[in-house]
């Protein structure tokens, strides 16, 4: 008798075996895999406007079918080590680690699915998927550290049986889950959510990304820049206001979590097509080190206040007062008597190396702080330079004004024989902006025959109409139809810029990049 037991448990054995070696071996249908080339991830898949649950196989398979390039899912494992999805420790009032799969399972998901487990996810995920990442938030263990690092270990396991290891980014809060990750497979992507890294330790621990908070960004917005430069992928979470989502696209953030992926693609085609109508015509993007180039930049030089009584003597090549490091303009006033002056600076300008008229003129720039300091952003006309015009018929136009006795206050204008600020009619807009000292903004206008918007950080600022309200739309009101050059200045103190503090020099602004484009509409 017990010889015939020991060959049923046998037979049952191999049999068992020969079905694990079948799971294992199968091939699975594979497509080939380009991940989708936006930054849209769906958070607990594209539920939200189709009612479909959260974590559930509908909409993971919605968010494939949307082409997002990722959608993301939680992992938790049960009490009898069951690896399922769903977000919170609890399933209809069970707490997942305490209770067995078959339990679990008795409830339905508020859509009728079965409440699925990590492998019919995957499944589910590789099937008619050509270009959506499965991101997968391993959630830690709320029983024991040593039980997250079980789960981890299961998850990653069962992505390599299953053949779907290529389609996967794994996150998590516990840094640990990441590190075991990385030990069972180096060449897995991981990306840490709990925001309290910075992405040069990240690098250093063999971590890939940073998902963290959106507002984790917006308080060290240095941690975009050093991401970047460190190779680690940047993803935000939970985002689902426009104007967080336009702020995200504008820094190039590779992912942005959201419940709503149709608005974040909406998002996405506006931005592109803000571009869609110009091509790039010049550009710096400071790249280099040293003296900025010459082939691009002129000086204005002088000490003569600039009709604002201003304190700055302007210099020419001077290494101190402007100079490009690390891949940004600096421009940089020091208190340092130069002739009859107490400070100097720069002031660079594109006169006779490049003239635009009509287009897009964007610069990426972090003002300075402090009482005195009064940067520009602004153009004038080629006209005053030939002598064939004077301000203020020639006409300016002010892309971005600060001073620092007014912090944050951004102001934007422009400037014509009938309407200028000597007589305080020039038409203007001042607006507060968070961080402008900490931050940098993208400043810039969109400029064509009948109206000048400016912009900052892609968002409409302020729009300026020839003729509207009565004005006078001749040069006399709308000077704004011939060829102009830019300049980039950091005036100190005059009539603007006011009372000096002299405990803050040396004060610089700096500039990331400065594009030019012409408009393809108005080209002939
Ligand atoms: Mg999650």
Redesign the pocket.
Known sequence: MNRLKKINIAIIGSVFLLFSACVSTKPVAMNKITFADNSVVA??GAWKKNGFSENSIASLKHAIELKCTGS???VRMTADDSLVIN?DPHYNNLEIEKTTYANLIKFKLSNGEKLPTLREYIKAGIENNTSTRLVC?IKPSEISKERGQIIATKVVQLFQKLNAEHLVAF?SFDYDILKKIKEINPTVSTQYLNGDKTPEQLKIDGINGADYRFFVFKNHPEWIESAKKNNITLNAWTVNETADMDWLLANNFDFITTNEPELLFERIAQFKASYKDYKLVWADEFNYSGLPDSTKWNYDIGGHGWGNNEKQFYLEKSLENSFVKDGKLHISALKKTYENMEYTSARLTTYDRFLIQYGKIEVLAKLPEGKGTWPAIWMLPETIRTDEEEWPLCGEIDIMEHVGKDQNMVHVSLHSELYNHIQNTQVTHFERLADVSKDFHLYGIEWTTDSIKFYIDNNLFYEAIKGENGKVATNEGWPFEKPYYLILNLAIGGNWGGEIDDTIFPSEMQVDYVRIYQSKINEN
């Open positions: 958070h607990r993301e899912f939680d977000h938030e996150i």
